[in-house]
């Protein structure tokens, strides 16, 4: 797995490694010519000369437009009728150099952005990274009318319109339908804010040297793109040959209410899909029945209620120390704070969730999590985060920044849901689950994963020599997520409920 495929990096990085690069002796123009040629057999790949297709290249000022013009100068070689927009009165040398021998070859040169309707598809090469201001006229009004035509688009290293970092639309965008990332993976194609701009993202690397990279990101790079080589690499996780259950993680499940009942189930197909040796969870005791009827194999506690039908606390026999994780949340209501404060006071790594975070946002206690003496894992979506954090997460611009900030805050690991899961751990590192799917957004998905999370952590700590606890909990983000996207697979997105994706959760464990 090389570095390339995991690291991910800001505009600022991404300037500051070609610096190096280019100071070390790297000729720019070599350069534009490896890449121009890297991606013209992209995207011969994407689209092969069959019929002589036609293709409109958008061609911009700086050197991402001289990366296309290269891209347009190969594919007119190869048979492909190429017509080239570019509405800038002044580009760079080097790519104003390219722009004369395209026309001295004969390549078309269009007045009008209406002249491209009649392509079969486009390539992008307005802008690159590093883009900062809103696109105006007549940039803007172009953009929009070429998302109009709903054509093909292939954007060179990120679609035009985009903020690097953030992902954020800066005014518009290019709608594209294929993403081909240059040399490192940008931060913003792998954030919620870019995902119905950027298409089919792939990694194109061009042989950037191992020692630059390094000299600007470091050799555990800050921010990370999880692959399923580094999943693969953690799972499954290992058994000894001769072993017993309580030696595979003894996971304590606290969840469920008498007017959520399927929160607790929930939570539990996804921790006994994790492989744990030991289930055991706490309900209202009305529930006890249902819950030995749906997972017979776990150990159902059935525990005092409230008049609201909420655990009011645990059984004196409960005795947290001898579970390896606890989760706590999904359906519990917060008519249950009681039972949140006794397993915050606990020593017991702890998954906190839906209602469990909601009753943290309520005691306002969030610095405090730095206190306790075992891991807090905080699972929240968007608005559990805005409530967790009010300072933080009012639009939460950049994900990977507020995720950061909110796990260095609360001394916590974070795991900020969404398209794009964003793991931070309390040193600063973040990992980005870069694949997920819309089957996903129905009710009881992150029950699901709180329980698979809440296993994985289990196993892991009960283990001689245990992993991170942000280990288990990136790894359960991505088989929660190839779960759903096999799921929706066989079963097309309105297929996958919760229950559902609980069954497939062991197809991705496989890998």
């Given at each position: 797995m090389t570095l390339s495929a995991t690291v991910v990096v800001t505009a600022e990085q991404m300037r500051a490694i070609e610096g190096r690069v280019f100071a070390a002796g790297?000729?720019?123009?070599?350069?534009?010519?490896?890449?121009?040629?890297?991606?013209?057999?992209?995207?011969?790949?994407?689209?092969?000369?069959?019929?002589?297709?036609?293709v409109g290249v958008l061609v911009g000022p700086g050197h991402n437009g001289g990366d296309a013009l290269v891209v347009a100068r190969e594919l007119h070689f190869r048979g492909y009728r190429v017509k080239i927009y570019s509405p800038f009165t002044k580009l760079k040398e080097l790519?104003?150099?390219?722009?004369?021998?395209?026309?001295?070859?004969?390549?078309?040169?269009?007045?009008?952005?209406?002249?491209?309707?009649?392509?079969?598809?486009?390539?992008?090469?307005?802008?690159?990274?590093?883009?900062?201001?809103?696109?105006?006229a007549p940039i803007a009004p172009a953009i929009d009318q070429i998302n109009q035509f709903q054509?093909?688009?292939?954007?060179?290293?990120l679609p035009s319109g985009l903020q690097t970092d953030t992902g954020v639309m800066l005014g518009t965008a290019i709608r594209?339908?294929?993403?081909?990332?240059?040399?490192?993976?940008?931060?913003?194609?792998l954030q919620d804010h870019a995902l119905?701009?950027?298409?089919?993202?792939?990694?194109l690397e061009f042989d950037l040297p191992s020692a630059d990279i390094e000299a600007i990101v470091g050799?555990?790079?800050?921010?990370?793109?999880?692959?399923?080589?580094?999943?693969?690499?953690?799972?499954?996780?290992?058994?000894?040959?001769?072993?017993?259950?309580?030696?595979?993680?003894?996971?304590?499940?606290?969840?469920?209410?008498?007017?959520?009942?399927?929160?607790?189930?929930?939570?539990?197909?996804?921790?006994?899909?994790?492989?744990?040796?030991?289930?055991?969870?706490?309900?209202?005791?009305?529930?006890?029945?249902?819950?030995?009827?749906?997972?017979?194999?776990?150990?159902?506690?059935?525990?005092?209620?409230?008049?609201?039908g909420a655990i009011a606390?645990?059984?004196?026999?409960?005795?947290?120390?001898?579970?390896?994780?606890?989760?706590?949340?999904?359906?519990l209501t917060t008519d249950a704070a009681a039972i949140v404060r006794s397993v915050l006071?606990?020593?017991?790594?702890?998954?906190?969730?839906?209602?469990?975070?909601?009753?943290?946002?309520?005691?306002?206690?969030?610095?405090?999590?730095?206190?306790?003496?075992?891991?807090?894992?905080?699972?929240?979506?968007?608005?559990?985060?805005?409530?967790?954090?009010?300072?933080?997460?009012n639009g939460l611009t950049c994900r990977v920044t507020a995720t950061r900030a909110a796990a260095e805050q609360s001394g916590a690991i974070v795991l900020l849901k969404g398209a794009r899961i964003t793991v931070a751990n309390a040193d600063g590192q973040v990992w980005i689950n870069p694949e997920s799917t819309p089957a996903l957004a129905r009710g009881g998905s992150g029950d699901v994963l709180t329980g698979l999370t809440g296993g994985f952590l289990a196993q892991h700590l009960v283990r001689g020599t245990p992993l991170p606890g942000e280990t288990a909990v990136v790894t359960a983000a991505w088989c929660h997520a190839q779960a759903g996207i096999r799921a929706a697979h066989d079963r097309t997105e309105l297929g996958v409920d919760a229950v559902t994706l609980g069954h497939y959760l062991a197809t991705a464990l496989m890998g």
């Open positions: 790297m000729p720019v123009s070599a350069l534009m010519e490896k890449v121009g040629g890297l991606l013209s057999r992209r995207i011969q790949a994407l689209f092969p000369q069959e019929r002589s297709p036609q790519t104003e150099a390219h722009a004369q021998y395209a026309k001295n070859l004969g390549v078309s040169f269009l007045d009008s952005v209406v002249e491209l309707q009649g392509c079969d598809f486009l390539v992008d090469g307005l802008f690159g990274f590093g883009l900062t201001r809103n696109l105006e054509k093909p688009i292939v954007s060179i290293d594209a339908t294929h993403t081909l990332c240059l040399g490192l993976w940008k931060q913003g194609l119905e701009f950027v298409g089919h993202a792939e990694l050799t555990t790079p800050a921010v990370q793109r999880v692959t399923p080589a580094w999943v693969h690499a953690h799972l499954p996780l290992p058994r000894p040959a001769s072993t017993h259950k309580y030696r595979m993680g003894h996971l304590l499940l606290i969840c469920g209410s008498e007017r959520y009942a399927g929160g607790a189930i929930l939570t539990g197909l996804g921790a006994r899909a994790s492989g744990v040796g030991m289930l055991s969870i706490a309900v209202p005791a009305s529930l006890k029945p249902l819950l030995v009827a749906q997972l017979p194999d776990a150990l159902i506690l059935g525990c005092p209620e409230t008049e609201t606390h645990l059984p004196p026999e409960v005795e947290l120390s001898k579970f390896q994780a606890i989760a706590c949340g999904p359906g006071a606990s020593d017991r790594p702890l998954v906190l969730d839906a209602d469990g975070l909601n009753v943290l946002a309520q005691m306002g206690t969030i610095p405090t999590l730095a206190c306790r003496r075992a891991m807090t894992v905080l699972t929240p979506h968007q608005g559990e985060f805005q409530r967790l954090f009010p300072d933080l997460g």
